[in-house]
Each structure stands twice: as structure tokens, then as C-alpha cells.
């Protein structure tokens, strides 16, 4: 194969067809638990998100609730992927054996977001989140239903894998992703370019600039327990049981068992079973999804 500038057109063609194709059509997981903001800046900046208010009828002046007086960030990282092609590869005509690599370019570009938002959600026992306590803990603050301030878990202990309870209804999520520049393939394909120059290589190449952070605690709750049908009520109550600091319910509604392999057999004993303990009826069947998560093994 002769090379060229019609040649490496064609080339860059091909391979940007593949992996456009692939980062279009492959399926991921972070839209279970997460919301995507896009930002503008190197950081953004968010307000206590939990201090959002509820409605309240209009008597006398309207009550403002200052969404500014309190907020965390989350500053921007840049990812990149990169592969090389020989430039006796072109001429010997071998460039259809990197069209399957630049379509796993694509693959892992769109699944990328899964590995920021899912070890981060692993980690929330352990990982403090804007007020002050670990994402996943027994002792946020919370409010009672005359709006006096109280002690609200969303953590189970104990010795086993971790599943999750999410609500995915509302507008707000548990985790937020967050994304600056969309990857994109580029190529350094020029003959004068340093790197065909000097090693005779041919380089394409993904970068992009995102992050992953906590959003809303309230939403999600993780176990450590054995996951049962009574640990899973248990986990389902206690969401059920947050409230606004005006003493209101959220309505939170756990839509989403998540979990890791290791645990799906379980999870759909629990709520996918219509009969269990050998013929009673499972009055927790269709409550909630199973989402087996890979990332959370």
C-alpha cells in the first residue's frame, strides 16, 4: 500500500467510523445511579443539594432557602487512550487488523464513566461526601417530622459483599457525572510529525476530561448484611423514613436493587421470586430491578 494523504484520510476514516460506531451502541450503567452535568470550567461547584426545598403554602413573605451558603466541588481529570500502528504495517497492508482496536477505543470510552461513578459508590463507606460525613454512614443529620434535627443512617453493617437500594425517580441522583470534553479519536499521521519522523509510527489517540462525585445520600443505601428479604425491608424503611428539613417526606422510592455478581442469585431470590420458603408468597416480588454491576465486584 502506497502511503499517502489519500491514504491516511481513508485510514483515519475507517478507524473513526469504528470507533464513533462502537462508543454509539454500547450499553452502560452509570445512568442507574448517576446524573450528568455538563461542565464548562475546570470545576463545578454545587450546592448542598439535600437543602433543596420543598412546597409550602404561601402565607406572608416568600421563605428563601439559600442554596449558596454551602457547596462542594468537582474539579475536572483528564483520561486518554493511545495506539500505535508501524509504519511497515500500512505499507504491508495489515491496517484491517487495528479496525477491531479502534472499535475497543470506542467500547472502553463509552464505559468509562462506569469506572469512575461505581468504584466511587463502592467506596462510600469510607469516603466523605458534602456534609461532613462518609457518603454511606450511620449518622448523617437529618430531620424529624417537626423538623428537628436527628440522626439518619443509610448504611447496613456487616461481613458480607455490599448491595445497594437506589431510588432512580427523581430528578436529582445519588452520584453525579460529571463531564468537561467528550472523547474524541485524533491522529498524529503526518509524515513530518515526530513520531513517524524518528520511529516510524503511525499514533491515533482518545482523551477526554470528566470526574465522577456524590450527589444526594438520601437516595441510595448500602448493606453489608446478608442480603435477605428482611435486611432488604429493613433497608427499604429506613429510605422510606428520611425527610426535608421543613419535617416533610421525600417520597423516596427504592426502584433499584444493585449488586455485584457474586450476589445476583440472591437479589432475584428476593425480589423477583413470586413464591418462596417453598410455596409462601413473596410480598417483596417486583418492588425493585436487579442491575448486576460488574464494577462492584
Known amino acids: 500500500m502506497d ?28 445512568g442507574q445511579v448517576a446524573m450528568t452535568v455538563n461542565s464548562v470550567t475546570a470545576m463545578n461547584e454545587y450546592p448542598r443539594m439535600d437543602d433543596m426545598p420543598g412546597i409550602r403554602e404561601w402565607i406572608g413573605d416568600r421563605v428563601v432557602h439559600d442554596l449558596s451558603a454551602q457547596t462542594y466541588q468537582i474539579r475536572n481529570r ?3 487512550g493511545t495506539v500505535g500502528i508501524k509504519r511497515s504495517q500500512i505499507e504491508d497492508d495489515q491496517i484491517g487488523l487495528f479496525t ?17 461513578v461505581f468504584p466511587l459508590l463502592k467506596a462510600g463507606a ?3 461526601c458534602y456534609d461532613g460525613q462518609n457518603f454511606f454512614d450511620t449518622d448523617h443529620p437529618g430531620f424529624d417530622e417537626n423538623g428537628g434535627v436527628t440522626s439518619v443512617s443509610n448504611y447496613q ?9 437506589v431510588d432512580d425517580t427523581q430528578v436529582m441522583k445519588p452520584m453525579v457525572f ?62 422510606g423514613s428520611i425527610r ?28 423477583e421470586a413470586a413464591l418462596i420458603n417453598g410455596g409462601d408468597t413473596n410480598i417483596w416480588a417486583k418492588t425493585a430491578e436487579v442491575v448486576v454491576i460488574p464494577h462492584l465486584a
Open 100 to 116: 477491531p482496536v479502534a472499535a475497543q477505543l470506542g467500547q472502553s470510552a463509552a464505559q468509562f464513566p462506569d469506572q469512575l
Open 3 to 30: 502511503i499517502n494523504a489519500s491514504t491516511l484520510r481513508s485510514i483515519y476514516t475507517g478507524l473513526s467510523t469504528a470507533f464513533n460506531e462502537r462508543l454509539a451502541s454500547t450499553t452502560t450503567f452509570y
Open 78 to 80: 483528564e483520561f486518554e
Open 157 to 165: 453493617a456487616g461481613g458480607n459483599a455490599a448491595w445497594y437500594l
Open 244 to 271: 426535608r428539613r421543613d419535617g416533610s417526606v421525600i417520597a423516596i422510592r427504592p426502584t433499584k436493587l444493585i449488586v455485584p455478581p457474586s450476589l445476583e442469585t440472591k437479589a432475584r431470590q428476593v425480589v
Open 178 to 239: 460529571q463531564s468537561r470534553k467528550l472523547f474524541q479519536l485524533v491522529q498524529m499521521d503526518k509524515e513530518t510529525d515526530e513520531n513517524v519522523f524518528y520511529r516510524g509510527k503511525f499514533v491515533w489517540g482518545v482523551d477526554g476530561r470528566c470526574n465522577a462525585g456524590f450527589g444526594l445520600w438520601q437516595l441510595a443505601f448500602m448493606s453489608k448484611a446478608e442480603l435477605t428479604s428482611e435486611n432488604y425491608a429493613a433497608a427499604r424503611a429506613a429510605m
Open 126 to 128: 469510607t469516603t466523605k
